[in-house]
């Protein structure tokens, strides 16, 4: 019997596209391990010299002129993207895009990302008869995610559900079930040993994470949080950009054997088991992670767009605080060295995220909906 093929497409316009992607794909293969999931970074994998170039361009956007991308995200709120853009996608990808579905025969399609998104609902206009997934990454709906074509949508909240439902997108078509995680998430590891694997101390423990594209090396609250380094563990996570943990490792304020400045690593979840409070970008994923971890979460400067709405979200519902100043940085970094009062809010956050989030739902819903 032919085996189940799930084809999931994304963009690199910041990492969580992708990451939900494979997080969703590596969830479905640990519930149905029959099944094949293959992810694509679609203009990458199409266009392999223009599409980083594309999106090396859209950082450079987002750390100069962030006030310039929430203007974009705003103005287009409620709109699909118009004739034009889809026009210009469907001649830039639709040729190769049908080709790679035509190869792989997906029984599948799950897109998280606007773009190709757009690209299977105008190939299913001219005749593709393949059910299209649309997995909204955010804790908002902007107008982009939205195309008739699209057979379920998956999303995060019954808030984004009602969103859609506002603009004309039939209940009977969106599922909530929260934004997927790595199944590395889904379990508890034990502390002694992520301690002993990142040569980390038993003490209170900052992860500091959403350096990779440069923007919290230049933040002067980075420099505070140091002061802190007699009596708080700090770790900083800077993903790829070895730029940034180049100039970090080489400044004095950051050697302390109290700091740990960290590359790329695919032990995030670990990370998060063994610190006491998490520093981030709220960008969707790196939020559902650390709710489906209960770890508090400080959030910083968030983009105008989506980041502000993940993070109305976040702290509207209790799991977090947006940084503003040192004093919230003094706040949070005294609370996490009273072991009574540190345990008894975690406690609190679980339990929040055990009433609104479950790891496991996106992926099951999936297999559900595919039988």
């Known amino acids: 019997m032919r085996k189940k093929r799930v084809l999931l497409l994304s963009e690199g316009f910041g990492s969580g596209h992708t990451q939900a992607a494979y997080a969703l794909a590596v969830g479905l293969r640990q519930l149905s391990p029959g099944i094949q999931t293959k992810v694509i970074e679609l203009g990458k994998f199409l266009n392999p010299v223009l599409g980083p170039w594309i999106i090396s361009a859209y950082r450079k956007t987002v750390s100069k002129q962030p006030k310039m991308v929430g203007m974009m995200y705003r103005s287009n709120y409620k709109k699909s993207l118009n004739r034009f853009t889809q026009l210009a996608l ?16 997906p029984d599948l399609i799950v897109c998280t990302h606007p773009v190709p998104n757009a690209v299977v609902a105008r190939l299913k206009r001219l005749g593709l008869d393949i059910p299209l997934y649309t997995l909204i990454t955010d804790y908002d709906a902007h107008g982009s995610w939205i195309n008739q074509e699209v057979t379920k949508y998956l999303v995060s909240t019954s808030l984004v559900k009602k969103k859609l439902t506002d603009r004309g997108v039939s209940a009977t078509h969106i599922e909530v079930t929260g934004i997927p995680v790595h199944p590395n998430f889904w379990e508890t590891y034990d502390k002694d040993a992520s301690r002993l694997q990142f040569n980390l101390l038993p003490m209170p423990t900052v992860l500091i994470m959403g350096g990779g594209w440069g923007l919290m090396y230049e933040d002067n609250l980075v420099d505070y949080m140091t002061k802190w380094r007699d009596s708080v563990q700090l770790i900083f996570c800077v993903g790829s950009n070895e730029k940034v943990r180049e100039k970090m490792l080489a400044d004095p304020i950051f050697q302390h054997r109290n700091i740990r400045v960290l590359g790329f690593t695919r032990e995030v979840s670990k990370l998060m088991d063994v610190s006491d409070l998490l520093i ?29 709405e993940n993070c109305e979200y976040f702290v509207r519902n209790g799991f977090g605080e947006l940084l503003e100043s040192a004093e919230t940085v003094d706040k949070w970094f005294a609370l996490i060295q009273e072991p009574y009062a540190s345990g008894q809010f975690r406690r609190t956050l679980e339990a929040k995220r055990n009433q609104q989030y479950n790891p496991t739902s996106c992926p099951s819903a999936v297999l559900r909906l595919m039988q």
């Open 90 to 105: 469907h001649r830039m990808f639709y040729t190769q895009t049908s080709q790679v579905i035509t190869q792989l025969k």
């Open 280 to 308: 981030t970008k709220p960008g969707g994923m790196t939020c559902t992670e650390g709710m489906s971890k209960g770890i508090p979460m400080l959030f910083y400067s968030p983009i105008p767009g989506q980041e502000e």
